[in-house]
């Protein structure tokens, strides 16, 4: 049953950041991505002090608002201070990771965090905290039932938001034409991004989550050129990852989320190897012919 | 207070240790940084400083010990290995660089942790100590480890020296490196070298996850205030040094608190200090700028219609009221008001009962800006061949730029004209 749990909860996590990695990879910002998953940690710091506990709620919340403050910063430096792009993205998120991990330490009695949770996470203790009822009904892992959620709303914001995120994706210039406003569905993108990264954060960790946001996204690019079809492939090479993940981490004996990560790392490089269309190995073939 | 005498006077050797440690290992990656930053690729460091990790922890499982060369052997192989994989992905898929960095880091990180964590749990006693490299241990720098990596340190920033001329070129022109015979691409191996050798030392100080922090942030500060590059190299390693100081002084005071992020902390501030309130280039003194750009084509607007209106009347000394000024240009009231202030206590304008009166000095500017606009329409005419109806946009905003210099080229080019192209006189 544990391995269900464990297994459920990261393929959870996993359908929400290879959904939302896909956006990032078209848009060039998955360092970005990389940056709030890093930066959201003093919001949850924060939000850990006010309410004293590990209510999903308000670190939701406090991480989502940071998410959107750590993009908001990135553009001002980058606009206003006219730092280098990649140095705003760098200077930025190292700040607030840093502080982050202070404010831990400085707060260490009352929060109940630790420092390597904030870069791996502890999935493996997920099926340890059970929500049970009050009338003694269990009703399953706590942090199924906060990603979960977030998946269900990350899935309508994706649905019913289809069309503006595609075009804001792939056409900016016609988008905002057309009279849809990029930024609004920019900082959109950012904020779902923010709360994946919390919601994420309990059970793969703050840095993990990154590879999911990016590597079966770029996996799925490889294979196709239908933006559907990639949205679909990821969100297939993210489940597999973390079944495969699991067993690799109890083969090995070691962290599950560092294992996911490598399953992932496979799965890209195997696309990269062998893609029907755009493979390194295949595309040599294909090519033979055509060099007479 | 007492501490902080303590910590300064270096009486303790250990002190004295960490804090030359802290300064070494900070200042060479913050002197790395300042090239990678130039070549824009400063994210790059964030890719390799995480893929650091499986290779200490693969150096650490093949040979059981926890020697530094052989760490930093480990470290700087896979390191370099990343720096590979992210070229090649880029080069030979449609993958961008920034996805590629993204998950080179990731998937490396990943590997490194589940090596870790698999260590951990084997139950090897002599791996305590291992997870240091996650945030950093400038603190606990002592003995070997500071001599192995004071040695790198200092081999680096020589390195950097002797090739500061190729690498420069390799920074800001690499076509023209290329025309002149130097290797450019053995020099962008040998920055890609140095950038991991950075990063392996500089992890000692602040760890695998901020590592970025310090090739970046030092380098990105010091921009800030110079715009050549010798100067730059030196303020990015004092910065540098000085956050790995003060990393060191607050671990002394406070052994709980993680060095790391204090060092990052500290460097950050700095940057953010810098982006801010530097001289020049920082936001604040660009928005003065802005200001004042803005008063002065405000003053310059007033000075130019109060001209006008007199030149009208062929009369430069009847007054003008307010609204008749309003009705030539719509100035805001208020703006028009606090400008005309301020032009008659800088002497140009004077208030009389009847409304405003150009001074003779306000008199010589008013007309010196009516006669580079009607120039520099004239100009367009001539020799760009636009209509003459398209001209006036283009002087309202050249009128405020234009230097006595070009001014006077301008008249003699166009022949010290005397009607611009809507027949009015030329002052």
């Known amino acids: 049953m544990n391995a269900f749990w464990i297994i459920l909860t990261g393929s959870l996590v996993a359908t929400c950041c290879s959904l939302l990695g896909c956006y990032l990879i078209?848009?060039?910002?998955?360092?970005?991505?990389?940056?709030?998953?890093?930066?959201?940690?003093?919001?949850?710091v924060i939000a850990f002090l006010f309410t004293g506990s590990r209510e999903s709620v308000p670190m939701l919340i406090g991480a989502g608002l940071?998410?959107?403050?750590?993009?908001?910063?990135?553009?001002?430096?980058?606009?206003?201070?006219?730092?280098?792009?990649?140095?705003?993205?760098?200077?930025?998120?190292?700040?607030?990771?840093?502080?982050?991990?202070?404010?831990?330490?400085?707060?260490?009695?009352?929060?109940?965090?630790?420092?390597?949770?904030?870069?791996?996470g502890e999935i493996a203790y997920v099926p340890l905290d059970l929500w049970i009822t009050e009338g003694g009904l269990s009703l399953g892992p706590r942090t199924l039932w906060t990603i979960g959620i977030v998946t269900v709303l990350i899935i309508l914001f994706i649905v019913l938001g289809y069309k503006e995120l595609f075009l804001t994706t792939f056409d900016p210039a016609y988008a905002?034409?057309?009279?849809?406003?990029?930024?609004?569905?920019?900082?959109?993108?950012?904020?779902?991004?923010?709360?994946?990264?919390?919601?994420?954060?309990?059970?793969?960790?703050?840095?993990?989550?990154?590879?999911?946001?990016?590597?079966?996204?770029?996996?799925?690019?490889?294979?196709?050129?239908?933006?559907?079809?990639?949205?679909?492939?990821?969100?297939?090479?993210?489940?597999?990852?973390?079944?495969a993940g699991y067993y690799l981490a109890v083969w090995i004996d070691g962290s599950i989320a560092g294992a996911i990560a490598t399953v992932t790392g496979i799965e890209f490089m195997l696309a990269f190897l062998f893609s029907p269309s755009r493979g390194i190995l295949l595309k040599r073939k294909q090519l033979k012919p055509t060099q007479h | 207070m007492q501490e902080f005498f303590e910590f300064f006077s270096f009486t303790d050797a250990n002190i004295r240790y960490v804090t030359l440690g802290s300064v070494l290992l900070a200042s060479s990656s913050a002197v790395v940084g300042c090239f990678t930053l130039l070549r824009k690729r400063a994210l790059v460091g964030d890719a390799v400083a995480h893929a650091v990790l499986p290779g200490v922890c693969l150096a650490f499982i093949l040979s059981g010990t926890k020697n530094p060369f052989v760490l930093l052997l480990g470290a700087f192989i896979t390191g370099?290995?990343?720096?590979?994989?992210?070229?090649?992905?880029?080069?030979?898929?449609?993958?961008?660089?920034?996805?590629?960095?993204?998950?080179?880091?990731?998937?490396?990180?990943?590997?490194?942790?589940?090596?870790?964590?698999?260590?951990?749990?084997?139950?090897?006693?002599?791996?305590?100590?291992?997870?240091?490299?996650?945030?950093?241990?400038?603190?606990?720098?002592?003995?070997?480890?500071l001599i192995a990596f004071g040695v790198v340190a200092v081999l680096l920033l020589i390195t950097t020296l002797l090739f500061y001329k190729e690498l420069t070129l390799l920074c800001f022109d690499q076509a023209y490196a290329a025309t002149i015979g130097f290797p450019v691409r053995a020099l962008e191996l040998l920055l890609t070298t140095l950038t991991v050798f950075a990063v392996v030392v500089g992890i000692q100080a602040v760890?695998?996850?901020?590592?970025?922090?310090?090739?970046?942030?030092?380098?990105?500060?010091?921009?800030?205030?110079?715009?050549?590059?010798?100067l730059m190299l030196v303020l990015a390693a004092i910065i540098g040094a000085f956050s790995g100081v003060a990393?060191?002084?607050?671990?002394?005071?406070?052994?709980?608190?993680?060095?790391?992020?204090?060092?990052?902390?500290?460097?950050?501030?700095?940057?953010?200090?810098?982006?801010a309130f530097a001289p020049n280039k920082g936001w604040v003194s660009r928005l003065l700028r802005k200001r004042r750009n803005k008063i002065l084509i405000l003053e310059e607007n007033l000075l130019k219609l109060l001209y006008q209106l007199g030149e009208q009347k062929q009369e430069l000394h009847t007054p003008h009221p307010l609204q008749e000024i309003l009705q030539k240009r719509a100035i805001p009231r208020k703006q028009a008001n606090t400008g005309l202030r301020r032009l008659s206590s800088q002497g140009y304008v004077e208030k009389t009962t009847a409304g405003w009166l150009l001074t003779g000095q306000g008199q010589r500017r008013g007309e010196r800006v009516v006669r580079l606009h009607r120039l520099w329409e004239l100009y367009l005419t001539q020799y760009l061949h636009l209509a003459s109806d398209h001209v006036h946009e283009g002087a309202e905003t050249i009128e405020h730029i234009i230097t006595p210099e070009l001014e006077q080229k301008l008249m003699e080019e166009l022949g010290f004209p005397v009607l611009d192209p809507h027949s009015a006189r030329i002052p």
């Open chain 1, 26 to 44: 078209l848009r060039r910002m998955a360092m970005v991505g990389d940056a709030i998953s890093h930066a959201v940690l003093p919001g949850i």
């Open chain 1, 66 to 120: 940071l998410g959107v403050f750590t993009t908001f910063l990135i553009e001002f430096f980058h606009r206003y201070a006219r730092v280098q792009a990649d140095a705003s993205i760098g200077v930025t998120f190292t700040w607030l990771f840093a502080i982050g991990i202070i404010l831990i330490s400085v707060f260490a009695g009352q929060v109940d965090l630790d420092q390597d949770c904030v870069l791996y």
């Open chain 1, 176 to 243: 905002a034409a057309i009279g849809i406003s990029t930024s609004v569905w920019y900082y959109s993108l950012m904020t779902a991004v923010s709360l994946t990264t919390v919601a994420s954060f309990e059970s793969v960790g703050a840095i993990l989550v990154v590879a999911l946001l990016v590597a079966p996204p770029a996996t799925a690019y490889l294979l196709t050129d239908n933006f559907k079809k990639m949205l679909l492939l990821s969100v297939m090479a993210g489940i597999l990852a973390s079944a």
């Open chain 2, 80 to 145: 370099w290995i990343s720096l590979v994989t992210i070229d090649f992905i880029t080069s030979r898929s449609r993958i961008k660089e920034d996805t590629a960095i993204g998950l080179v880091l990731s998937v490396f990180f990943g590997i490194g942790i589940l090596l870790l964590t698999a260590i951990q749990h084997s139950g090897n006693a002599a791996q305590s100590g291992l997870d240091k490299f996650l945030f950093g241990k400038a603190a606990s720098l002592v003995g070997e480890d």
């Open chain 2, 207 to 230: 760890g695998v996850v901020l590592m970025a922090a310090m090739l970046i942030t030092p380098a990105a500060a010091a921009r800030f205030w110079t715009d050549r590059l010798g």
């Open chain 2, 247 to 275: 990393g060191a002084f607050v671990s002394y005071t406070a052994p709980a608190m993680p060095t790391g992020p204090w060092i990052v902390l500290i460097v950050s501030m700095i940057a953010i200090v810098s982006f």
